[in-house]
């Protein structure tokens, strides 16, 4: 009975499952932003090509 009420008590896989879910709600959130900015990121590289090609 002792063990069940150690095991009860014991939060250690609980903090770990917790890390765990926060770390895959920061993943969610940097690739929903990537996908976001992919376009406008696109463009500010495009109007750099062509101002080092009209440039040359």
Partial sequence: ???FK???KD???ATAIEY???A???SVALIS???AFTG???NVF????????SAG
Avoid: D, P, Y
Avoid at 46 to 53: D, F, K, L, Q
């Fill in 40 to 42: 406008s990121l696109g």
């Fill in 6 to 8: 150690r095991f009860l």
């Fill in 33 to 35: 932003g990537l996908g």
């Fill in 1 to 3: 009975m002792q063990v």
């Fill in 20 to 22: 765990g879910l926060i």
């Fill in 11 to 13: 939060e250690g896989g």
């Fill in 46 to 53: 495009s109007t750099i090509e062509n101002a080092i090609v």
């Fill in 24 to 26: 895959a709600l920061i």
